[in-house]
């Protein structure tokens, strides 16, 4: 499976954006697709994540303004980002698995073995 991210952008403090994560492959060999953001000298944190296409978990500073949705029939996550602040800009990045991953370990990066290639997002204060 092979993982493509895009729609990031630059975006005023307040705006939107949707990223979109492409599979080659069909969505439902995907047991989780989530949403990863990594700040330059930070650590790579989990954004969002949609488990067996239907059960969401967000961090909670995300939470109220982003969603994560998934369309079968395009192959296709997407995270709908509203309200977005300029500390929030990173490189986005999707991740997968086909595994069966306990709860706790959604966070890990490693839980993941495929990623898409990331996708900027710079929000302007």
């Known amino acids: 499976v092979q993982l493509q991210a895009s729609g990031g952008g630059l975006v005023q403090a307040g705006g939107s954006l949707r990223l979109s994560c492409s599979a080659s492959g069909s969505l439902h060999s995907l047991s989780v697709v989530a949403w990863y953001r990594q700040a330059p000298g930070k650590l790579r944190e989990l954004v969002a994540s949609?488990?067996?296409?239907?059960?969401?978990n967000y961090s909670d500073s995300v939470k109220g303004r982003f969603t994560i949705s998934r369309d079968n029939d395009k192959n296709t996550v997407y995270l709908q980002m509203n309200n977005l602040k300029p500390e929030e800009t990173a490189v986005y990045y999707c991740?997968?698995?086909?595994?069966?991953?306990?709860?706790?370990?959604?966070?890990?990066?490693?839980?993941?073995?495929?990623w898409g290639q990331g996708t900027q997002v710079t929000v302007s204060s």
């Open positions: 949609i488990i067996s296409g239907r059960i969401e």
């Open positions: 991740a997968a698995t086909a595994g069966r991953p306990i709860v706790s370990s959604l966070p890990n990066p490693a839980t993941y073995e495929y």
